[in-house]
């Protein structure tokens, strides 16, 4: 467990209603100055931490339904908008696309200038950019839209970690607050593509998650208390923006790459991908505000929690990302008939990590990460040969065995995120993490397609490829959390 495990209100931290007991400083960062004197004795809390973790919760679920809504509906939307095999890697890497642009920047945003204020500016933006990709004409449009949905739900996620760090200050209640946050990842991941299937078509979905988004940002607005732990300074408009060309770079190459690795321009954007990940530590070094800030990476517990986020978007998000996809195609199943197999998966997951955080006291989460993983890489070898078997039962035994290791991860990773870095920069820790998981699950997303699809031997062929390559992605993420331990 990191050094972390203190809660610290500073006056500029308290938010803006309610009482609140006294506290004391247990830490102090350079970064920000207010931290180097006690807090107040009569600082004051969010006077609803129940309704803080209900309203956060509502919102990452449907942010989480958003995300996996083209799971189902891909193939009919593909259709719908007349969009090539080799341009689909985009219709579902848009929104993570968006996400692992601007968590960073959103986190450090929300830490900033207030972490309410900036959930509300995500659901808001979420709720109207959803209800317009329901009418979108063509897949530029479609992508667009759902870049812009990446990154309104970038502001949500970023921004609900520290919004329950402080409405939970004890150790105690982090842990159940961030088990259950963890818990509505994976139940948003699993009503996603059942709500989506159920509807009458893919453009009637979106509406009705868009106008849930709304919902939620309604009752939002007088029930969360604002909090925030200012550093002083201007935002990192130059750091936001050269992370986020990069992973445009970075997104585009994979994409491209699987009509010809070796083309110029798949090793241009490569290139300037690297080139732009190197002008980001740059101005992260030297600016006196940074999304991130780099000497963290120095920290095993901050290490093994973005070795994680990357390792889960990579191995597991990508491969379940796509293969619903091939339950329809290859096995003949339906849009509804995928979404209960997928909520196999799903919700498996979800109640694992709604009760994983009994095993918070006596399994560090690092073990909880391993273990995790690999479960998913046991689960995705036994479904081995399933795709060409001509029957969904082969899938099964992987689909559990994979659901019980997402919901270990789903459970570990937030907690390991707030923890492994100063209190007060929760959201920035969160965002993190977070901007790992979804860079890895949009190179995810296009390796396995270009693995599926670029195989000589068929779809079957290059299913067991994919499951193969996930698997050995899956236990080298083992190793390398169980590797990154907290130094005595």
């Not at 960062?29 to 207010?34: D, I, Q, R």
């Not at 799971?71 to 890697?89: C, E, K, M, R, Y």
């Amino acid at each position: 467990m990191a050094r972390f495990n203190e809660r610290t209100l500073t006056p500029s931290e308290a938010p803006h209603t309610g009482p609140a007991p006294h506290q004391t400083a247990s830490h102090q960062t350079a970064s920000h100055p207010s931290a180097s004197h006690p807090a107040a004795p009569h600082a004051e809390a969010p006077p609803h931490p129940r309704a803080t973790l209900a309203l956060t919760s509502a919102a990452t679920a449907v942010t989480l339904m958003t995300y996996t809504a083209p799971i189902v509906t891909l193939p009919d939307t593909a259709a719908a908008l007349h969009t090539p095999l080799s341009a689909q890697a985009w219709l579902i890497n848009g929104t993570p696309l968006g996400l692992a642009a601007l968590l960073l920047v959103a986190g450090s945003l929300a830490d900033d200038y207030g972490r309410r204020r900036i959930f509300l500016l995500g659901t808001l933006t979420l709720g109207i950019t959803t209800a317009l990709g329901a009418l979108a004409s063509s897949t530029w449009l479609f992508t667009l839209a759902r870049v812009a949905q990446g990154a309104a739900s970038a502001a949500i996620l970023a921004s609900s970690l520290g919004l329950l760090v402080h409405a939970f200050p004890t150790p105690r209640g982090r842990l159940h607050a961030t088990g259950v946050w963890g818990a509505f990842v994976s139940g948003g991941i699993a009503a996603g593509p059942l709500l989506a299937g159920s509807l009458p078509n893919w453009r009637f979905a979106y509406g009705v998650l868009g106008a849930a988004t709304l919902l939620v940002t309604a009752l939002s607005v007088r029930t969360l208390s604002e909090s925030r732990s200012p550093r002083g300074g201007r935002p990192d408009i130059v750091g936001a923006l050269t992370f986020g060309l990069a992973l445009v770079s970075l997104v585009a190459a994979l994409t491209l790459g699987r009509d010809g690795w070796l083309r110029p321009e798949v090793g241009l954007l490569f290139l300037a991908t690297v080139v732009l990940l190197g002008l980001f530590a740059v101005v992260e070094l030297r600016t006196a505000t940074p999304m991130i800030d780099l000497t963290l990476l120095r920290r095993p517990g901050f290490l093994a929690s973005s070795a994680g986020g990357l390792f889960t978007g990579l191995a597991v998000i990508g491969l379940f990302s796509f293969f619903p996809v091939l339950f329809q195609q290859v096995l003949g199943l339906t849009p509804m008939d995928t979404a209960w197999l997928f909520l196999l998966w799903s919700g498996l997951s979800f109640l694992v990590a709604l009760q994983a955080k009994r095993l918070a006291g006596r399994v560090p989460p690092r073990h909880q990460l391993a273990a995790g993983f690999t479960l998913h890489a046991a689960g995705v070898l036994t479904m081995l040969g399933a795709i060409d078997s001509g029957t969904w039962h082969r899938l099964l035994p992987g689909l559990v065995l994979g659901g019980v290791g997402s919901g270990l991860l789903n459970a570990a990773l937030p907690l390991l995120s707030v923890d492994s870095v100063p209190a007060a920069r929760a959201a920035m820790g969160s965002g993190a993490q977070q901007t790992f998981r979804y860079i890895g699950s949009c190179a995810g997303v296009a390796l396995t397609i270009a693995i599926v699809t670029s195989s000589g031997g068929g779809l079957g062929h290059g299913a067991n490829v994919a499951l193969v390559v996930s698997a050995a992605l899956a236990l080298l993420a083992a190793v390398a959390v169980l590797a990154l331990r907290e130094r005595a």
